[in-house]
């Protein structure tokens, strides 16, 4: 058999592109909302059925990537993402209203899931051991850094009176470039013997352990995501700037990954994940109480603690459940975007309910705003206190299993 080679650092730089561009269409699809609500007239609701597409088209994709991973490889799911990013930006930069702004962000959201569909597996089968988990982090690095990057062109765009046709077409940079660096190369075979097999798949899917990595992703996603996405409308009327919370978080987020190659060397993934968890506790719950300057110092713990949620997540899988394939780690991932759909009316809804109830009691304006949110905020600590729990139980099962396997093999080995 003839022995192929693979730019391993060819194709890491080319995902990091594709990852580049979810973040632009993330960041930058955000920051020109206003101007879409005012030239076509819609209402808030509008936008946010418009951003809910975007956590729809992205899971889709995934679990079709995940299901066909192995049979037509990453190489042919990453023209599906060109295909379907270029779709996305092109519709809407020439959207007429509404519906035309539902259909392209699903188009990119969909070209999203493609990326990480493809993307994930690719770099888990290129690195092995606390490598993989190194690179992880550093390919979800550029979420955060993405995110950080094209929010400040959002912004400089924006204060520069330029359209927000032309802020669209931005995202169009890092989409040609992760084509560029693709085109051409050889991409790596799986290194897990069985893990190209759907039965066996399907197999490992049922097991105890992916079951509850599965539940547990549901609850991390939305401990990141959920405070993410209400925490700048909530810290507006705190006295600290929403815009430098939003930059401090996912710029300590976006470092962290990329110096994660320490962290995971040094600590295993369950307790990675154990005080990833007692971290985004403390940071929900500083941002539930906390005003003015001090909120930043919440901004802090928080971040800390979401860095690492992702990217280990994707990795125990990887390292723990390798008959799950690429078919896996999609479906986790893609559970975790669609839990952070699903809970954003909730969250919204826990919202109005405070606000009624503290209205009730003569709590008016700015004051209001700030109690109902924090209050809400106050909620959200029951998903890392119940991660606290189940990782702490998920360490106790690993390093029972560890010290069987290494009773094992002294077993073995004493003759």
Known sequence: ????????????????????????????????????????????????????????????????????????????????????????????????????????????????????????????????????????????????????????????????????????????????????????????????????????????????????????????????????????????KSGASPMLILALVTGLMAIGRFFAGPVVHKLDQTSILLGSSVFALVGIYLFSTQTGTAAYVAAIFFAIGVCYFWPTMIGFVADHIPLSGALGMSIVGGIGMFSTAIFQPIIGRWIDGARAELASVDIQGERLDLAAGQATLAKMTTFPIILIIAFTILWFVMRNRKVRVTTNVVAATDY
Not at 97 to 117: D, K, P, W
Not at 152 to 179: C, E, H, R
Not at 206 to 232: D, K, N, R, S
């Open 1 to 236: 058999m003839e022995h192929i080679t693979v730019n391993r650092s060819r194709l890491f730089q080319a995902s990091c592109f594709a990852l580049i561009t979810t973040a632009f269409s993330f960041s930058i699809r955000a920051g020109i909302l206003p101007q879409l609500g005012k030239e076509f007239g819609l209402s808030a609701e509008q936008l946010g059925f418009i951003n809910s597409m975007f956590f729809f088209g992205f899971p889709i994709s995934m679990i079709i990537g995940g299901l066909i991973y192995h049979s037509i490889g990453p190489e042919r799911i990453m023209r599906v993402a060109f295909v379907a990013h270029t779709i996305g930006i092109l519709l809407t930069i020439y959207a007429q209203g509404y519906t035309g702004l539902l259909i392209s962000t699903f188009f990119i959201g969909f070209g999203n899931g493609c990326t990480e569909a493809a993307c994930n597996p690719m770099i888990a089968d290129m690195y092995s051991g606390s490598l993989m988990n190194k690179m992880l982090n550093r390919f979800h690095m550029w979420f955060p850094g993405g995110i950080v990057i094209g929010s400040l062109i959002s912004k400089f765009m924006t204060d520069a009176g330029l359209s927000w046709q032309t802020q669209i077409w931005v995202i169009m940079i890092p989409t040609v470039l992760y084509v560029i660096l693709f085109f051409g190369q050889a991409f790596p075979q799986p290194k897990v013997e069985g893990a190209t097999s759907l039965a066996q798949n399907a197999r490992a899917l049922l097991t105890p352990l992916y079951v509850f990595i599965f539940c547990c992703m549901a609850v991390t996603a939305i401990t990141e995501f959920g405070p993410q996405q209400w925490v700048g409308l909530i810290m507006s």
